[in-house]
Structure formats: structure tokens, C-alpha cells
């Protein structure tokens, strides 16, 4: 049976945008598109490096981040078009698909980091308002409801606005993310938890949230994102 809220927003599909009637999270021609990142992976951002004898891609194996490591489903630019609209385009259901993906695919490996929660990336008060809400978010809360791991949104906030990153150098990202975070209240008592963002590019943002949140008392920050940029 369709719900009633499907009868005025249609499910559509996160990849072509057509309108799905059965109950699936993606049409049967699109399913194919979403690639997965191919082996081996990077032991720390989990980018796929082309060597079986590196532990870590070039990235990483140049600059520290405060995270101890992650994991990403898909290759971005097989998800690129539909990742923007997930954010910017009103899709906040597309979120619904990706999460299933990831605990499908690494709900096992998440669950393998023990952690006491789930802390979606997020959004200035500002973006929020014109966005509606903030993708990351909505991620995170499916992803809780499929593995059981509870959401905290109520610990970091974006206390900054920040220049778009995509522009940017990694010094400049750096730079524009520094102080961008803050945490709510003080003394987090939370000993594990996972960051949940859309994409991991460079690593900037994520890792400057998990600077804030080792600060303030967290003993161990991993990472879950829907995709993964290549390895430059
Ligand atoms: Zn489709
Ligand atoms: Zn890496």
C-alpha cells in the first residue's frame, strides 16, 4: 500500500529523479550507477589507493588527521548530481536510499566501531534556514534507526559561516574551517562516536569537527560518508 504522504510527495529516485511507485529506494534502471569504491582501500579515509602495499593513500600519508579512520560506500562521481541535490535540491529522502546502502554494505563494519553515537556534520543556523534542513543530518538519522546506534545532534554546532570549500586549497580550507565548530555544552560524555557528512573530499571539515570534539573529552572519532572524492 502506498502511504498517503507518497500520494502528494511521490518517492522519486536518487539518481534520475523520476517518480517511483513500488516501495524500493531507487528505479531498477539507475541501480547499476552508484559505484562502490573499489579495493584496496586507504586504512584511514578509506579513498581506494592503487597500490596492494600501501596501508594509506598519498593524502594521508602526507598530513595527520584527528580522526582514527572511516568509511565511504561510494565513488563521488558516480553520485555527484545526485549527492547536490540531496543538499541543495530538496531531497532530503534521497538520504533514505543511502543510508539503507551504507548499513547494507557497511553496517557491519560501522557497528565494529562500538560507538556511543552518531553526530551529523553540521549546518550554519543561516544555511539551515534556506536548506530546510541539513543532509548530513537526515543521514545520520536513518543511518541510527538501521544500526541501532542513537543520534546526538545536540552537541556540535556550526558556530561560523563558512566560504563554499570546493574552491578551495587545502591550506585555504583549513584556514576557512578554523573555529567553524563548536560544541554545546560542556563535558561531552561520550567516549566513541561517528561524524556523519555527505562526502569526504580532503578531509577538512571532518577532521576540524573532530578536533572540537577530542578536545572537549571524546576519546575516539571515526567517520561515515555517503562518498569518497579519488586520491590526488
Ligand atoms: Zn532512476
Ligand atoms: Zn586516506
Do not use: W
Not at 500500500?1 to 539507475?30: A, G, H, K, N, V
Not at 592503487?50 to 593524502?59: A, F, I, L, M
Not at 543511502?98 to 544555511?127: C, M, N, T, W
Amino acid at each position: 500500500m502506498i502511504r498517503p504522504e507518497r500520494l502528494i510527495f511521490p518517492r522519486r529516485c536518487p539518481i534520475c529523479d523520476e517518480i517511483i511507485t513500488e516501495e524500493s529506494l531507487i528505479c531498477s534502471e539507475c541501480i547499476t550507477i552508484p559505484r562502490r569504491v573499489p579495493y584496496p582501500h586507504c586504512m584511514k579515509c578509506s579513498k581506494h589507493i592503487d597500490s596492494e602495499n600501501e596501508e594509506y593513500c598519498r593524502d594521508c600519508q602526507k598530513n595527520d588527521k584527528s580522526f582514527l579512520r572511516g568509511v565511504a560506500l561510494y565513488e563521488y562521481d558516480s553520485v555527484k548530481d545526485s549527492i547536490n541535490s540531496f543538499k541543495n535540491c530538496s531531497r532530503p529522502e534521497y538520504g533514505e536510499f543511502y543510508a539503507a546502502q551504507i548499513a547494507r554494505y557497511l553496517g557491519d563494519e560501522i557497528k565494529d566501531f562500538a560507538a556511543d553515537a552518531l553526530i551529523p556534520v553540521p549546518l550554519h543556523r543561516s544555511k539551515m534556514l534556506k536548506r530546510g534542513y541539513n543532509q548530513s543530518e537526515v543521514l545520520a538519522k536513518h543511518l541510527s534507526k538501521r544500526l541501532g546506534i542513537p543520534l546526538r545532534n545536540d552537541v556540535l554546532i556550526r558556530c561560523r559561516k563558512t566560504k563554499e570549500q570546493k574552491k578551495l586549497t587545502n591550506l585555504q580550507r583549513e584556514k576557512n574551517l578554523r573555529g567553524a565548530f563548536h560544541i554545546v555544552q560542556k563535558g561531552v560524555k561520550l567516549d566513541t562516536v561517528i561524524l556523519v557528512d555527505d562526502v569526504y573530499t580532503t578531509g577538512s571539515t571532518l577532521d576540524e569537527a573532530s578536533k572540537v570534539l577530542l578536545k572537549a573529552g571524546v576519546g575516539k572519532v571515526y567517520f561515515v560518508t555517503i562518498a569518497v572524492g579519488i586520491d590526488r
